[in-house]
């Protein structure tokens, strides 16, 4: 089963890296991913290793994972190991960079299946695909939701620091 989904966020593509490229913050907005668990030397980059889970109905499954394309604030893709088959691409694009409000255009895609289950793990999919696409929606609206207020919050400790130094200068 293959599903995408895709949201236009109001930040620049590294706000959004910081975000997507983090393991310790993927259970932050990854809805129904219970278990996202490093279990490699290096936490980040190709070669990285996690251990995930996600909800699917009352069961959970998941598999483990390795990093298998890390471009910087562009491109993560990985693959499986074990567990359940799977690939998946995040895709960040710069839009509006020119103007005063930069954004980015994210794609998630996720293809997902039971290798060697036949017609069951047939069905197994076709069964699972409205939940995991919701989880998937629900995914990329809250990383939608934390990336923007995380600019806005960095945006005003901009505005308050110049409103600082410009203070400063004027009692010179």
Not at 53 to 80: C, D, K, P, Y
Not at 97 to 126: C, N, Q
């Amino acid at each position: 089963m293959r599903l995408e989904t895709t949201v236009d966020i109001a930040a620049p593509p590294e706000a959004v890296w910081a975000f997507v490229s983090d393991p310790a913050r993927v259970l932050h907005f990854m809805s129904g991913v219970t278990r996202w668990e490093v279990v490699s030397d290096q936490p980040t980059g190709c070669g990285a290793r996690y251990r995930t889970l996600m909800r699917v109905g009352s069961a959970e499954v998941g598999s483990l994972i390795e990093v298998v394309e890390f471009a910087e604030n562009s491109e993560l893709a990985w693959t499986s190991l074990t567990g359940i088959d799977q690939r998946a691409r995040w895709r960040l694009r710069a839009r509006g960079l020119d103007g005063e409000h930069p954004h980015t255009h994210v794609a998630f895609r996720l293809s997902y299946g039971v290798a060697g289950a036949g017609v069951s793990g047939w069905i197994a999919e076709r069964l699972s695909a409205p939940q995991v696409r919701q989880n998937l929606r629900r995914s990329l609206t809250q990383l939608k939701r934390q990336v923007e207020q995380e600019q806005l919050r960095s945006d005003a400790a901009g505005r308050r620091e110049q409103k600082r130094t410009r203070a400063s200068f004027s009692n010179l």
